[in-house]
Structures are given as structure tokens and as C-alpha cells.
């Protein structure tokens, strides 16, 4: 499962994302989506520490971040 999803049809290259993420595997895209704008996109999912920080900068809320779920000590 990816960490970080982003949908991309709806971003509107904004970068603020980029600018926050502290491992630096947020770019945006060289192509356009449907409304004209650079959607960003991640580089490297295995890097992503899952930190939200890309989700909670994202003024259009297009950003979903999941975080791998721990085992439990009993």
C-alpha cells in the first residue's frame, strides 16, 4: 500500500507540499492534469516517514496519508 496518495486531478500545483516534506520525495510533475495546473507527486514511498505534514500543508485536502499499523506489545 502506498503511504502517501495524492489526487492528482484535483491539485493545483501549489507546492506547498514540496516545501514541507522533510525526506524531499515530493515533486511536482512535468505534465499537466485536466485542469492545466502541475499535480504533485511522490517520488519514493519507501522514503516517506508518513508524517503528514504534505496532508495537513494541502489547502485543496488532496492528500492522503496512511501510516503502517504497529503490532501491539502485550
Known sequence: MEKVVIREEGC????????????????LAELPNTLGYRPAMVL???????????AIMCPDLVIEVHRPVRASIV
Open 12 to 27: 493545483k500545483g501549489c507546492g506547498l507540499c514540496v516545501a514541507v516534506c522533510p525526506q524531499r520525495i515530493i515533486m
Open 44 to 54: 519514493d514511498q519507501d522514503r516517506c516517514t508518513s508524517c503528514s505534514r504534505c
